[in-house]
């Protein structure tokens, strides 16, 4: 890799790490091609993503970063899995943990805050950018059924009433 190169990735993993909602950083050594190319598949679902980059670069694109001090992991057989999403790649990370011991995670960054390995395991718990607006959703929208339907109920109410009132006059 020519330096023209090696200052591309940095700019690309400065990139990575100013956009994105989390990163996590974990030890992949032992994972086959098979894995990495399963871990990479589940990324994409979640619209996450996983980048291997020389510890070294990642380093340097670090620096002066809100998150450099995540660079305390960068140690050994790295894999970053990132997502602007704050909780997808967290999960993407635990989720394929649980399926390979060789997936080993470090920790990672969520914004400005440095994550150990617990701060992982407590993200991916959290739900989901989607699953946080399905349900401010619903709790806007039942609200707002409840209302038609009590609008909805007096009116049918009144008619019911004013129509046994013209029944008994006509009767009378």
Known sequence: MDRAQKEKVVEELGQIFESSGVVVVAHYEGLTVADMQSLRAKARES????????????????????????????????????????????????DFAKENSKFEILGGAM?????????????????????????????????????????GAPASNIASILSTIEEKAEAA
Do not use: F, H, Q
Request: aromatic share 2%; net charge negative.
């Open 47 to 94: 619209e996450a993503a996983v980048r291997v980059a020389k510890n070294r670069l990642a380093k340097i694109a670090l620096e002066g970063k809100p998150c450099e001090s995540m660079s305390e992991y960068l140690t050994g057989m790295t894999v970053l899995t990132y997502s602007e999403d704050p909780v997808a790649a967290a999960k993407v990370a635990e």
């Open 111 to 151: 914004g400005e805050n440095a994550l150990d390995r617990a701060g992982v395991e407590a993200v991916s718990k959290m739900p989901s950018r989607e699953e946080l607006i399905a349900s401010i959703v619903g709790c806007i929208g039942a609200p707002a059924s409840n209302i038609a339907g009590a609008i």
